[in-house]
C-alpha cells in the first residue's frame, strides 16, 4: 500500500487515476479545489497557486500516513486563441496553474520525499509540450515548461532517491474541453482560423482516448522500481514525438501548421499556382 498525493483530483485523468489506485488497495489523498465525492479518496480542498495551502496539507498528510510515496501532479487547464488577442491576465493564470502550480506541488513534496529516503513525482504533461499548437501557445509553452523543469528537477533529486516523470498524454476525452477558457476577442485579421483550429482540437479531444486509459498507464508507472523520465501515452502520440524529434523543426512545424494554422494562401502562391 502506497500513500499517494493526486492534484487536480476532481475531474478527468485525475479522477481516473485516483479510482484505478482505490481499487487497488492505496490510500489516496486528492488536491482540487472542488470537493471530491468518492469514498475512499481524501479530498483535500486546496488551490495549486497557494504554495502555504499544499505545504499545510502535505505536511497533515505525512504526519498522518508517516510517509508520502507518490505525489501526481494533474491540475492543469487550458486557453485558447491568437497570442495577439490574449489578456495578460489570462496567460498568467494559465501558467500560475499550470506551471506555478506543478512547482508548489512539488515543492511542498521534496523535503517530506528526501526525510523519508525517496518518492516519486509524477508531473502531468502534454504531447503539446513538444509540439507547439497555434492558437493554443500559451498551453503548449506551459507544457514545454514543465518537461523542462522535470528534466532540472531530476538531476537536483535524484541523489535523495527521488524519481521524476514528466507523461505526455495525448489527446483524452475530459471535461478538459469543456473548461478551456477561449479569448473574447479574435482579431478580424485571423479570419475563421482561430475557430476552425480549436473546433479541430476540440473534436480531437472529444474523439480520443478513454482517460481509464491513462489512468492504467500512470498506475503502472507506479509501481515500477525504476520509472523513465518521460512517457508518452498513446500509440499515436508515441509516433508523433519520435517523427517531431528527428525530422527539421521548420518541416515539423509546417505540417502543425497544415493541421492546425489554417494558412490562406497567399495571394502570390495562388497566383503561382494559376
Ligand atoms: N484531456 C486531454 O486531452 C489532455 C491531454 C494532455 C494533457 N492533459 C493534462 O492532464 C491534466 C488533467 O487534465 P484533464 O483532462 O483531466 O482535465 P479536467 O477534467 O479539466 O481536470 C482538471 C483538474 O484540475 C483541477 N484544477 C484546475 N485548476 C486548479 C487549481 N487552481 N487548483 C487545484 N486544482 C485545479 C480541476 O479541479 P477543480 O476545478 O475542482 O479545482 C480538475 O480536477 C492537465 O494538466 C492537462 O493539461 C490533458
Known amino acids: 500500500m502506497k500513500v499517494i498525493i493526486i492534484t487536480g483530483i476532481s475531474s478527468g ?13 492505496h490510500k489516496v489523498y486528492g488536491v482540487s479545489r472542488s470537493k471530491v465525492h468518492e469514498k475512499n479518496v481524501f479530498s483535500i480542498q ?13 505536511q497533515e498528510i505525512h504526519d498522518q500516513e508517516g510517509r508520502i510515496d507518490v505525489v501526481i501532479n494533474s491540475a ?8 495577439e488577442d490574449t489578456s495578460t491576465e489570462d496567460a498568467s493564470y494559465l501558467y500560475n496553474v499550470n506551471f506555478i502550480g506543478t512547482f508548489h506541488s512539488i515543492k511542498a513534496a ?6 523519508a529516503g525517496g518518492g516519486k513525482i509524477i508531473n502531468i504533461s502534454s504531447v503539446a509540450g513538444r509540439i507547439a499548437i497555434p492558437f493554443q ?20 533529486v535524484s541523489p535523495f532517491g527521488i ?10 476525452k475530459t471535461g478538459f474541453t469543456k473548461h478551456r477558457k477561449k479569448n473574447r476577442v479574435n482579431h478580424p485579421s485571423y479570419d475563421k482560423r482561430v475557430e476552425k483550429s480549436v473546433a479541430v482540437m476540440e473534436q ?11 489512468a492504467r498507464v500512470i498506475c503502472k508507472l507506479i509501481k515500477r522500481k525504476k520509472i523513465p523520465l518521460y512517457k508518452v501515452i498513446g500509440f499515436k502520440y508515441k509516433l508523433i514525438v519520435m517523427l517531431a524529434k528527428w525530422l527539421p523543426s521548420a518541416w515539423v512545424n509546417k505540417v ?12 502570390k502562391n495562388t497566383k503561382k499556382a494559376r
Open 76 to 83: 492543469g487547464m487550458g486557453i485558447s486563441g491568437s497570442i
Open 204 to 214: 480531437d479531444e472529444q474523439d480520443g482516448m478513454e482517460p481509464e486509459y491513462a
Open 110 to 115: 521534496i523535503p517530506l520525499m528526501r526525510a
Open 256 to 267: 502543425v501548421g497544415s493541421i492546425y494554422g489554417f494558412k490562406r494562401q497567399s495571394s
Open 163 to 172: 524519481q521524476v516523470c514528466a507523461v505526455m498524454p495525448g489527446d483524452i
Open 13 to 25: 485523468i485525475g479522477f481516473s487515476i485516483a479510482e484505478h489506485l482505490c481499487k487497488k488497495g
Open 137 to 156: 501557445a500559451f498551453y503548449s509553452s506551459s507544457k514545454a515548461a514543465i518537461n523542462n523543469l522535470t528534466e532540472a528537477l531530476d538531476n537536483e
Open 46 to 58: 486546496a488551490d495549486v497557486t497557494d504554495f502555504e495551502q499544499l505545504k499545510q496539507a502535505y
